[in-house]
């Protein structure tokens, strides 16, 4: 985005553009939330997913796109109160020793929701929940993080033997640090 140095004239414009994105044929749900983001309106980005997550499979694919552009733009207290908005609990990182509880948390959680929304059938229900805690993965970071690493494993071109090797035959301070640079560079 350019900068537009006064608040006042870069938030009109962005609200036009948000008008702009909605008047249009089919309007352009993803850049709508991210003027939004930088609007700081989170709520609006919630009635947005809310609408797209109940509709087809193309507007629930939607959402989940617009998840992975506001986890990587937004503020993670923007992110907290779309999570809240959206009817799912943010995540708070556990340690590792804890991660048996977390699940227990999680299960937890799934067996509160249908109680708060009695109104649609059982089907619908269970079908936007599941929806909704896809998204809430994706917003938690976790979606993104595992997606970035299995990329980055991938696309190693690092040999692990010669690390291997270089880092059993090296017995000096020299030769550990050269060891330690190459896997450096072998993983960059």
Known sequence: MTLLQTRTVRNKVLQLLVRLYTNLSTPD??????????????QTVVNILNKLISGN??????????CFDVYESATQHFIDHVMEGLGVKPRKPAPAEEGGEKESGEEG????????EPV??????????KKKEQVASILNGEVPITLKSQFLIRKSSSDMLVLKNCKDSSRNAVCHTATVIANSFMHA
């Open 29 to 42: 749900y993803t850049n709508m939330c991210q003027c939004h983001i930088y609007l700081n309106e989170p």
């Open 57 to 66: 499979e193309e507007e629930q694919l939607m959402v989940f796109q617009i």
């Open 109 to 116: 959680m799934e067996v509160d929701k249908p109680a708060d």
């Open 120 to 129: 649609k059938t059982v089907a619908q229900d269970s079908a936007i929940d």
